[in-house]
């Protein structure tokens, strides 16, 4: 798991939980807490105040403004968020939606007219940005043109969602799982707090028969061994 030690991930885990005061080093856990993705949320449960929370919440503010956005945009298109809505707060790197190949093309020409370019484009995704706002369009969550799971099938499991007061088209929370899983292990080869909690508390029987019909046992296997 990526943290510093093994005691700080347990120390972060009891907070976020609401289980204990931390009594140690607050940079410490601030660190730890970013590398894992959790940063926002541990600020916020700490109620700790200055730049740092309001660089975070500022991020959030611009996530939250491009969402609104873009869901309003994409009315009547069959996409969805993922990677979006956690049970934990933090501030993505960028907005993931999953769209239908039917949709892509029209997707990404309606994106553009927001004064987004395309930055990078290969044959399941399409990355579009704007200024330091970047939206990734997904046929099928891959790597190196590798797909690690059917885009396509995750987009018969959807639901409308809130973000943060934003009525969303997202991901079943037990298919959110199923992508923290396979993204972590697939992909970025690195198991955060923020995938953690994702799947411990969103797992369910649902998640283990999508695992078992899309072929990606393994990595809820892994994941849940962790």
């Known amino acids: 798991m990526l943290v510093e030690k093994e005691t700080t991930t347990k120390i972060l885990i009891d907070i976020l939980q609401d289980k204990r005061v931390p009594h140690t ?3 410490i856990l601030i660190d730890g807490a970013s590398k894992n993705k959790v940063l926002l949320h541990l600020l916020r449960v700490l109620n700790i105040q200055g730049s740092l929370r309001e660089w975070q919440e500022s991020g959030i ?8 956005v873009i869901s309003k945009l994409l009315k009547g298109y069959d996409c969805a968020f993922f990677k ?3 049970p934990v707060n933090y501030v993505p790197a960028d907005v993931d939606l999953l769209v239908s190949i039917d949709h ?7 994106i553009m007219t927001l004064g987004y370019r395309i930055a990078v484009k290969d044959p399941f995704c399409v990355t579009l940005t704007r200024d330091d706002s970047i939206i990734d369009l997904y046929i099928h969550p891959s790597l190196g043109g590798v ?6 099938k995750l987009l018969e499991h959807t639901c409308t969602k809130e973000f943060n007061g934003v009525e969303v088209r997202s991901l079943e929370s037990y298919a959110e799982a199923l992508v923290a899983a396979s993204h972590a292990i ?10 953690f909690f994702t799947v411990e508390e969103w797992m369910s029987k649902k998640t283990i ?8 046992e393994d990595a809820l296997k892994v994941a849940m061994n962790l």
């Open 84 to 86: 979006l809505i956690k």
């Open 186 to 195: 697939y992909k970025e080869r690195i198991y955060t707090l923020n995938d």
């Open 209 to 216: 028969r999508l695992a078992e019909e899309l072929s990606c």
């Open 61 to 68: 503010r611009r996530v939250i403004k491009v969402v609104q």
């Open 25 to 27: 080093n607050i940079d």
């Open 104 to 110: 892509v093309n029209k997707i990404v020409k309606d």
């Open 147 to 152: 797909t690690f799971l059917n885009g396509q």
